[in-house]
């Protein structure tokens, strides 16, 4: 592949937040160390990186929560012509329901009702806000979903409060006519001790349960999962698999750390690899939106060399993946291990019990099965070569 063949294309549907690019590089240690950016400065930015599609936000990321009407207005109308200028578009909205001391003990699962009132109040509204600038996927992270104790608090009240809060909010999309499509976005911890929801397959087993499961999909986050441990790719392959892939964060993560947001694929290139090929062979067309941040070192002009570099790796390793497909010898080795029988499958694909008092009686030798060959050193040595460029 040329060089210029790894540049990213709207196609892709790169997308970052007004937060990612806009992260003023704050840590539990230490204060800012860039200047903040307004958010149609933050635009600009991203406009100058190219192929990016566009840029998501919190209602406060465009809005700070004690705006007066008349500053909002002219907020907007800078951002609304930087997006223009910069031919962004916003594909993603949502809602700021963890930095105001208000939340501190949860949003849609607090134990006050006006608390919960007012995180669907505020969720309205920046549904509202979305929708001005065309949002039509919004998710949700519950940020300060949880606990450090769980004698504060009923984990089971916990997801009926948030299922009655959804299903609240999916019925007023529906009232407005915004079309909206939810994502939800699980993370174990951080900022609280426990977060509900820990993981994607959490919210793939709330969706069926609620009111509108049909408008409601998930938002799997690289380091999200890797904080707990889990392989990221099962994770989103069951997403994929019912048809609940709405959106996803890239970012990547050392295994056993703090919340880190790392630039896509710099930290396990390999786990980025399979994603990223998962991904292309199931034709994901939602947008591919990097939630991470530039090292707190880096000034903006290396905050572009960021973002560019999230696109440029994630177009890397698209080309890898298709090398890999197309790879004789890896594709030599799939179909060894690939074993197929028609007569056999007619009786266990599906059940009939004459087919299944075939089945009984079909002679399977399991010593003579367990001796088919797995080349799986090789398989994985061959990928590897793929990936460190040799094949
Ligand atoms: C985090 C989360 C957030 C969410 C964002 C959108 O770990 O802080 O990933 O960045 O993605 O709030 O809902
Ligand atoms: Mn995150
Ligand atoms: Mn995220």
Known sequence: MAKQEYTPTKQMKFTFGLWTVGNVGRDPFGGPTREP??????????????????????DNDLIPIDASPKEADL???DFRKALKDNGLVVPMATTNLFGDPVFKDGAFTSNNAKIRAYAIQKTMRAMDLGAEFGAKTYVFWGGREGVETDAAKNPVDAIKRFREAIDFLCDYSIDQGYGYRFAFEAKPNEPRGHIYFAVTGSYLALIPTLKHPIMCGVNPEVAHEHMAGLNFVHQVAAAIEAGKLFHIDLNDQ????????????????????????????????????????????????DVKAFANGSMRTYMILADKAKKWNADREIQGILKEINVNDAAISSLSKRYSSAGAKK?????????????????????????????????
């Open 37 to 58: 950016l307004s958010p149609a400065q933050i635009v600009d930015l991203l406009g100058e990186c190219e192929g990016c599609y566009g840029v998501n936000f919190h």
């Open 75 to 77: 907020i907007k109308r």
């Open 254 to 301: 050392e295994f056993g750390r703090y919340d880190q947001d790392f630039r896509f694929g710099s930290a396990n290139l390999k786990h980025a690899f399979f994603l990223v090929k998962l991904l292309e062979d199931h034709k994901y067309n939602n947008p591919r939106h990097f939630d991470a941040h530039a090292f707190r070192q880096s000034d903006y002009t």
């Open 359 to 391: 089945l009984l009686a079909a002679p399977l030798d399991r010593v003579k099965l367990a001796t088919a060959r797995l080349p799986y050193e090789k398989l994985d040595q061959l990928t590897m070569e793929v990936l460190m460029g040799v094949r």
